[in-house]
């Protein structure tokens, strides 16, 4: 791992001379692309900020503010001073849509004072987008009790996202949406720039919330942060305290750059040292018996995962019923060079200590990770509005991914808030659910949004590849493999179903962490196509909502280099696929005609 970061000047106009030179500072992007200006009113002693693309506005003047018991930093203030730096470091992480990640921007800082109290805005300027937090110096304990930040989406525009409060754990369907309040992640398209822009927020932790969005009325296009409904009570931390990032991911003429960008992963905190090259973090692939049904067979599930190669084999709910002596069945996964994911939900483990029992007597046993669920269903097991979101809601998430380091226990999160690009501090999280998976039935408009709201935040498990489900054909099916990542790839169907298949093959191959990832084609609620690469072979994904005719251009694969292309698409009618092997070079291009929920799958190995 190689970090610099260069501070290209000290703090400027100390004592502001005259208050024109204070007004506003501008920040841009390497390329000079993003754009965000930065307004002191010192009339107001207020702070607002702007963005834009080369010459199109994409959020509009907004206002910046945090209340404490300290201070109220939203009016009042007095400007101390700026200082601007540049970010440029490289690092690689064991799973994600890339193995190494290039964090690279210019940062702006503005000093502020305000009843003695200090505060400090950061701004980061990206070439894919914009980020901003708060920063608190000092030292003692501090309430925070809300913000006055919000996003002025400038221009006219469609949201996509869930409404807020969503269902448990984040599971409402994902589509086309106009209401007053909106979960993060929110989808704008602005119609008449042709931009979209994915509002957020990274490093999220238990000194913090996961706020929503809310506006007047929906003629408003000022959606300002609020916090959860069931955060009762201020955020208490103490300092020195850093915010969550703020994040606006900006894509010009199409979502590609919502889709394989990596901000949320570069605005986290570095890997904790413990984990850095940790050989007992291993992505892989899983076999599940929720789902499946045959739970009782625990050793004809190992049997298969070492017949198929996949690392893992998933118990879940009720496996001590049927699992009768566990050290016994993790001794058996080693024999077969796998090992097991052991399913528990979190009521009960409201306190450090009891995850501390619990990740110490897993260790012993000898499973290699842990699937923990209903994180909504904290303190009392009742469903609530958006208690995963709250300060006390990702305490507990916190602390299973401390002590599961500790213990070297690798983590699956169900029923739990969204990521927030976490994974870089510790890789060990495998997997976040966090939306309506194959557990819920979706429908294939919800599947073709989450490429774009929900999976560029991080990992997604919604359980790939079930044969015969919702209405989808195989080729659909198959693609979820590719479409959907996460550092844990935990399959739906029976085991006979695979070994049946016509794609067992490609199964046995599928990668769960990449090298590489490119968005071919895709809109909302209608189609998504994504590549991704390992090593030197290529998987690309498709599916559809309705049935259409796709283009995939091959012009991202090696020039000079042949590839020998393994196909799986949609017959004519029902869910079977077809499958042909054919030569591939860059300058080609394949016409697909889907099904109605249907898709196609190419694996691309260079020719020999």
Not at 445 to 466: E, M, Q, T
Request: net charge neutral; aromatic share 10%; proline share 5%.
């Amino acid at each position: 791992m190689t970090t610099l970061r260069i501070l290209l000047s000290g703090l400027v106009a100390l004592a502001m001379s005259h208050p024109l030179l204070a007004k506003s500072y501008d920040l841009a992007s390497p390329s000079g692309n993003i754009k965000t200006t930065v307004t002191f009113n010192e009339a107001a002693g207020t702070l607002s900020f702007r963005v834009t693309s080369g010459q199109t506005a994409i959020l509009a003047e907004s206002p910046l503010g945090i209340l404490t018991d300290k201070a109220k930093f939203t009016d009042g203030l007095k400007f101390v001073g700026a200082a601007k730096a540049k970010i440029d470091e490289t690092y690689t992480l064991p799973q994600g849509k890339v193995s190494r990640y290039h964090n690279q921007a210019n940062e702006l800082t503005l000093s502020l004072e305000k009843d003695g109290r200090k505060l400090n805005v950061i701004f980061r300027a990206y070439d894919d987008g914009i980020a901003f937090r708060y920063a608190i110096p000092g030292s003692g304990d501090i309430e925070i009790t809300a913000e006055t930040t919000a996003f002025h989406v400038a221009g006219e525009v469609v949201y996509w996202g869930q409404g807020h409060p969503n269902r448990y754990g984040y599971e409402d369907a994902l589509g086309r949406i106009d209401k007053e309040a909106f979960s993060l992640a929110l989808l704008c398209e602005l119609k008449g720039s042709k931009h979209w822009v994915l509002l957020a927020q990274a490093a999220t932790y238990s000194d913090y919330c996961i706020p929503h969005l809310t506006r007047a009325d929906r003629t408003s296009r000022l959606l300002k942060l609020t916090f959860p409904l069931d955060q009762k009570e201020p955020i208490k931390t103490t300092l020195p305290f850093a915010s969550p990032w703020r994040v606006a991911v900006i894509s010009p003429n199409g979502l590609s750059t919502i889709v394989e960008q990596t901000l949320f992963e570069n605005l986290n905190p570095p890997t904790e040292p413990e984990l850095v090259n940790a050989d007992w973090i291993q992505p892989g692939r899983s076999s599940w018996d929720w789902f499946a049904g045959d739970k009782k067979n625990w050793k004809g599930w190992l049997d298969f995962a070492e017949e198929m190669g996949w690392e893992y084999h998933l118990i879940d709910a009720g496996w001590e019923g049927y699992v009768k002596d566990p050290p016994a069945a993790t001794q058996y996964a080693k024999s077969k060079g796998r090992g097991i994911f052991a399913w528990r939900k979190t009521p009960g483990l409201m306190e450090a200590e009891a995850i501390e029992k619990l990740f110490k007597q897993y260790s012993e046993i000898g499973f290699r990770g842990s699937k923990v669920d209903f994180f909504d269903r904290l303190p009392n097991n009742r469903t609530t509005d958006d208690y995963e979101d709250t300060q006390m809601g990702l305490r507990v998430r916190d602390n299973l991914c401390r002590i599961g380091a500790k213990y070297k226990i690798q983590l699956v999160f169900h029923g739990c808030a969204i990521p927030s690009g976490e994974r870089r501090r510790w890789p060990h999280l495998l997997g976040t659910e966090a939306v309506r998976g194959q557990e819920g039935g979706p429908n294939a408009r919800h599947d073709n949004c989450i490429a774009y709201i929900r999976n560029p935040l991080g990992s997604v498990d919604w359980s790939p590849v079930c044969f015969g489900r919702s209405g989808k054909t195989d080729a659909y099916q198959l693609a979820t493999s590719v479409i959907f990542e996460s550092g844990l790839l935990i399959f739906a169907d029976l085991h006979k179903d695979y070994l049946a298949h016509p794609s067992k093959a490609f199964l046995m191959k599928v990668p769960a962490a990449w090298d590489e990832t490119k968005l071919i084609d895709g809109y909302p609620g209608t189609h998504t196509v994504i590549a991704r690469r390992k090593g030197k072979q290529w998987y690309v994904g498709g599916f559809t909502n309705k049935g259409r005719n796709i283009g995939v251009a091959f012009a991202f694969l090696q020039k000079g280099t042949t590839y020998t292309a393994t196909i799986f698409k949609d017959k004519k009618a029902g869910s079977e696929l077809t499958v042909e092997a054919k030569e591939i070079s860059s300058s080609d291009t394949i016409q697909f005609a889907t099904a109605d929920r249907g898709g196609f799958v190419v694996h691309l190995e260079p020719k020999k």
